[in-house]
């Protein structure tokens, strides 16, 4: 694999949008020519738990776990200080939980992660969600983060350029990007993977344009190849 190929498939998460661990582990190991990250999202967590975690990770993937925590401040420290335990290499909470809760949230991901051996895993904040039209929120939420101290936030691509001024050291993690002429579904802020990619994105999520494509290797392989073209241009 060529120093640009790397490139791109480090920067590339697979959205493991689907009901069984069956399904994701069949998705993940003929994908993984392209994909660096799995994110086990909330459909495939609840059907079967942290052994999806653990599967990934098997498979040699560093992990994103979509949770999308978002309670109170001592219950989202619980619950992030198990993700850690589980060896995730990202997790994501709601902003909209406000400063407290996302503090909590930080501790209790590196401390899990710590205590089980883990390199330090990345806490992340939702801004505002890639369905929703209105990102006027987008501003304060990103404060919040800051005053947290997470390690980077969810945004869509739109938003990306202004955080990495702000904070050039932060993940920026984007998902919704459809490629040009694609169903939107129901994603209101999206750009296409180029597009993020250019803009830095550190992780793309590709997730239905993908698994649900007919051939989801051809599907991914198009993608690789039109973020590489982006990211080589001069």
Same mark, same amino acid.
């Given at each position: ?17 689907? #009901? ?15 994909? $660096? ?7 495939? &967590?609840?059907?079967?738990? #942290? ?9 040699? &993937? ?7 925590? *978002? ?17 995730? $290499? &990202? ?26 051996? *883990?390199?330090? #895993? ?61 169903? *939107? *579904? ?12 250019? $803009? ?35």
């Amino acid at each position: 694999m060529s120093e640009l190929e790397s490139l791109v498939r480090d920067r590339l998460a697979l959205g493991l949008d689907v #009901p069984s661990l069956d399904e994701a582990t069949r998705l993940a190991s003929t994908l993984s020519p392209w994909f $660096r990250v799995a994110k086990v999202g909330l459909e495939l &967590y609840v059907a079967e738990g #942290p052994a999806a975690v653990s599967a990934m990770i098997e498979q040699g &993937y560093d992990v994103f776990a979509d949770l999308k925590l *978002h309670d109170i401040p001592t219950t989202v420290e619980r619950a992030a200080r198990a993700a850690g335990r589980l060896g995730v $290499r &990202y997790l994501n909470m709601h902003a909209a939980g406000g400063a407290d809760m996302l503090r909590a949230g930080v501790a209790g991901l590196k401390e899990g992660a710590r205590d089980a051996g *883990h390199p330090e #895993p990345a806490a992340l904040a939702v801004t505002v969600l890639t369905s929703d039209p209105d990102a006027s929120a987008f501003e304060g939420r990103l404060a919040i983060a800051e005053a947290a101290g997470c390690d980077g936030v969810v945004c869509s691509a739109l938003e990306v350029a202004d955080v990495s001024a702000r904070h050039p050291e932060w993940v920026t993690i984007v998902p919704g990007t459809r490629p040009a002429g694609a169903d *939107h *579904h129901d994603q209101a802020r999206t750009a296409t993977p180029a597009e993020a990619a250019a $803009r830095g994105a550190t992780l793309l999520v590709l997730a239905r344009v993908v698994t649900r494509a007919a051939d989801p290797a051809a599907a991914a392989d198009a993608i690789f190849q039109e973020i590489a073209g982006a990211l080589s241009a001069p």
